[in-house]
Every structure is written in structure tokens, then in C-alpha cells.
């Protein structure tokens, strides 16, 4: 029922993505404001995880390392600033989670969620790289254990 009363997965994509963007122009004008609008477009993509519809659109997973990369270089700018260190934590973890979570088309989406984190990782500092090694691996075990079906 949930999935029926929402927005179509395209516009939950888009609406994201509109929150992402938004936080981009306010973090290059150092607004405090970003935050907020990186945190809209988190819940958003939280949501459509929940969607085996819209988790299996390459859209999803393109628009979602949008906001890690815009979350990590946040991070990057404020390195003391509790805020964005925990959204990009609270991003990561549930990334992570999506991969890892058994159901019909992980394989597909688990090397999805892989192959964004891997450009990713690099852009991290070492303390935040340091704090999803582990998951990261696991990830890596899961998808190298599973071959995966067009």
C-alpha cells in the first residue's frame, strides 16, 4: 500500500536529487542551511530503498553517489563539525545495509551499491574509510559469492 501511495520512483529520484542539488549550491555558499537539505535528500533516498522498483533503477544508485560524493567533500570542509560527519555516516551505514539486504535482486544492486562505493572511497579521509572497512568487505565477500543475473 505504501508503495502505491507514494510518487513514482522517477520523482522520488528527482526529488532527491533536487534536495541534493540545493544542499550543493548552499554548501558552496558555507551555509549552514546545506545540512539540512543533504539530510531531505538522505530520507528521500532511504525511502525508495524500501522500493525493490526504484532500488533496481541505475538512477537510484547514480543520484545516491551523488550525495555521498557531496556528503564526503562537506565533510572534507568541516572536518570538526559533528554534523555532516554523521550524516555521511548515517548515509554510508544504510548504503551499506541496501547492498547487503537479502531479497530478489541483490546480486544486481549489491554490485550496484559495490561500484559506487569503490569510486567513493578514495575521497574519504582515512578515519571515515577506517569506520566502513569492514562492511565495505563484507559487501565486496557478498557480491563475489553470488554472480549476478541480468
Known amino acids: 500500500m505504501n508503495e502505491l501511495a507514494g510518487p513514482a520512483p522517477s520523482l522520488g529520484i528527482e526529488q532527491a ?3 541534493n542539488l540545493r544542499g550543493r549550491i548552499l554548501q558552496s555558499e558555507r551555509s549552514a542551511a546545506a545540512v539540512t537539505e543533504y539530510r531531505q535528500a538522505f530520507t528521500l533516498f532511504q525511502a ?13 544508485h547514480l543520484r545516491y553517489a551523488d550525495l555521498l560524493s557531496n556528503l564526503a567533500a562537506l565533510r572534507r570542509e568541516r572536518p570538526n563539525d559533528n554534523e555532516p560527519r554523521q550524516l555521511l555516516s548515517d548515509a554510508l551505514t544504510s548504503y551499506i545495509a541496501f547492498g547487503l539486504r537479502q531479497h530478489a535482486g541483490e546480486a544486481r544492486e549489491a554490485s550496484a551499491v559495490l561500484e559506487t562505493l569503490s569510486e567513493l572511497m578514495p575521497a574519504l579521509s582515512e578515519a571515515d574509510r577506517a569506520l566502513f572497512s569492514e562492511p565495505y568487505d563484507q559487501l565486496q565477500r557478498q557480491v563475489r559469492s553470488r554472480p549476478v543475473t541480468r
Open 17 to 19: 536529487d533536487a534536495h
Open 48 to 60: 525508495l530503498a524500501g522500493s525493490d522498483e526504484a532500488a533496481g533503477r541505475p538512477d537510484f
